[in-house]
């Protein structure tokens, strides 16, 4: 975990700092699901740049969400996984992409 979240006075404020980043909720969403190489995620996610999918994932990697393991074969694979730490925000994560989808339909509706 970050040493820096120290700053935040809000709780709330540190969860958001976790989750902050371009596409982590569906990532986590995709990991649980079993879409957990490299590849599969890019493919599952075209609007994201390798690089950004690296950051994001290091970075959940770095709070304690995902783990990482590397196969020794040729060619190396690489697979993600939640950590049981991980799963405990999973249901917090499936309740705020259900919340964003019904403001965002209630938003296009009043538009």
């Not at 290091?58 to 304690?64: C, N």
Request: charged residues 30%; hydrophobic residues 40%; proline residues 5%.
């Amino acid at each position: 975990m970050e040493k820096n979240l120290v700053e935040y006075s809000c709780p709330s404020d540190v969860f958001m700092k976790v989750l902050k980043g371009k596409c982590k909720t569906t990532l986590l969403v995709l990991i649980k699901k079993e879409v957990n190489r490299f590849g599969e995620m890019k493919r599952a996610l075209p609007t994201i740049s390798e690089r950004m999918l690296a950051k994001q994932l290091d970075e959940l990697e770095a709070d304690g969400i995902l783990s990482r393991t590397v196969f020794a074969e040729v060619p190396p694979r690489v697979e993600y996984a939640l950590t049981e730490y991980g799963e405990t925000i999973y249901p917090i994560v499936k309740e705020i992409r259900k919340w964003g989808r019904i403001h965002q339909e209630k938003t296009l509706q009043n538009m």
